[in-house]
């Protein structure tokens, strides 16, 4: 999990074994400050996040331009020029809190419950955000999403 946290923000795999090696080192120097030990997905995919997002500030690279990228190349597998780049545009106007739901449920395959407990929310509120973020992707891809 550390490892594909990091990919989704770096998009380098060599990157993202440094950024999982880095977190995984914190979390096992802070292991003393978890309170639950039964939030230790959450705290870890916290500590994951963190470190990425800060690898990737360090390194100056724009953070959602690769993952707007992959998500599209995903999202439209095998369709022709036009749609991915219709998928890209659309996935690309979405705010980064968006992607990142979509891309932990629908791409990494995460239950509900399992993308509350990483981004230390309620189901509930899970399922909100889930639902705002497709329904922004929903009006970014306009007439293409009423075609499937």
Do not use: C
Not at 2 to 14: G, I, K, P, S
Not at 39 to 50: D, E, G, P, Q, V
Not at 94 to 120: C, H, Q, S, T
């Amino acid at each position: 999990m550390v490892q594909a946290v990091a990919y989704q923000r770096t998009f380098d795999h060599a990157a993202a074994d440094d950024v999982a090696q880095q977190a995984l080192l914190a979390s096992y120097s802070s292991i003393a400050e978890l309170r639950e030990p039964a939030k230790f997905a959450s705290w870890l995919y916290s500590i994951a996040k963190r470190t990425a997002i800060a690898w990737v500030r360090e390194k100056g690279r724009e953070p959602g331009r690769e993952a707007v990228e992959a998500l599209a190349d995903a999202a439209a597998p095998g369709g022709d020029a036009e749609t991915v780049d219709r998928v890209r545009a659309g996935l690309a106007a979405l705010d980064e809190d968006a992607r990142e739901i979509l891309v932990l449920r629908y791409f990494r395959g995460a239950k509900v419950r399992e993308v509350a407990g990483f981004l230390g929310i309620n189901v509930g509120n899970a399922k909100v955000r889930l639902l705002r973020a497709r329904e922004a992707l929903r009006k970014q891809l306009g007439d293409l999403y009423d075609e499937r």
